[in-house]
């Protein structure tokens, strides 16, 4: 059963500190997808990754795969409140997206 | 407490006929988003909604899209006339309130041949 796990699943930072958060997954699938949620929204699409080694960047975030250890990465630099959301990885194998639990930012100044 | 349930999970249909995609969304849930999923990108918001009303559809495709979440049974993702772009995943998403964290369904898989 393809299982995502993320975590911390809550996170304060401080502003222009660096973080990374983890979304480990349990299957082979190379498909890879981060989303940013701010309160009472509706998800954005924030990084598709699509092979071994994808390496996305927009702004102060950047997403990472490496498939062969079932891992992506989303790490944040220099934080700034507007950073402030939850933000979810998802998998898709063989027709079936999972979520994971989503990680609650929360940037202080 | 069982999960957002969608049906059917998979749905085949040909060009010019009409799809029917349900999602019933979590026990006391009453907010319910759908997004849509294309190959290999990742979820667009369509339209958000609250029982018996349409809150936000600004992600709805003008023609031949609608949705609605009565009072009673579950939300309904409507397709007329389908064409083969319309062939992707379709997610619903559940909540208890506005500020609250969604809960996603399995998705309905609509091929249109």
């Known amino acids: 059963e393809l299982k995502v796990e993320q975590n911390p699943l809550f996170l304060s930072m401080q502003e222009e500190k660096n973080y990374t958060i983890y979304c480990n997954y349990s299957?082979?699938?190379?498909?890879l997808y981060w989303y940013r949620q701010d309160p009472g929204k509706s998800l954005e699409s924030l990084f598709v990754?699509?092979?071994?080694?994808a390496v996305k960047q927009e702004g102060r975030l950047m997403a990472s795969l490496d498939t062969k250890a079932r891992l992506s990465t989303l790490h944040i630099t220099a934080a700034v409140h507007d950073l402030s959301a939850t933000y979810f990885c998802?998998?898709?194998?063989?027709?079936?997206?999972?979520f994971g639990a989503g990680t609650r930012l929360t940037v202080k100044p | 407490n069982a999960g957002v349930m969608q049906n059917p999970r998979h749905l085949v249909r040909r060009r010019g006929q009409e799809a029917r995609l349900r999602c019933s969304p979590m026990?006391?849930?009453?907010?319910v988003y759908w997004y849509r999923q294309l190959p290999e990108e990742g979820l667009k918001f369509m339209v958000y909604?609250?029982?018996?009303?349409?809150?936000?559809e600004s992600g709805m495709p003008k023609e031949r899209f609608s949705a609605e979440f009565p009072k009673e049974g579950p939300s309904i993702l409507r397709i007329q006339q389908v064409v083969r772009g319309d062939s992707a995943a379709y997610f619903c998403?559940?909540?208890?309130?506005?500020?609250?964290?969604?809960?996603f369904g399995p998705g309905t898989r609509l091929t249109v041949t």
């Open positions: 998403a559940s909540s208890p309130g506005l500020a609250n964290e969604q809960y």
């Open positions: 299957t082979t699938s190379d498909r």
């Open positions: 990754l699509l092979s071994n080694g």
């Open positions: 998802a998998v898709d194998e063989d027709n079936d997206m999972r």
């Open positions: 026990k006391g849930h009453s907010h």
């Open positions: 909604l609250q029982k018996e009303n349409i809150i936000d």
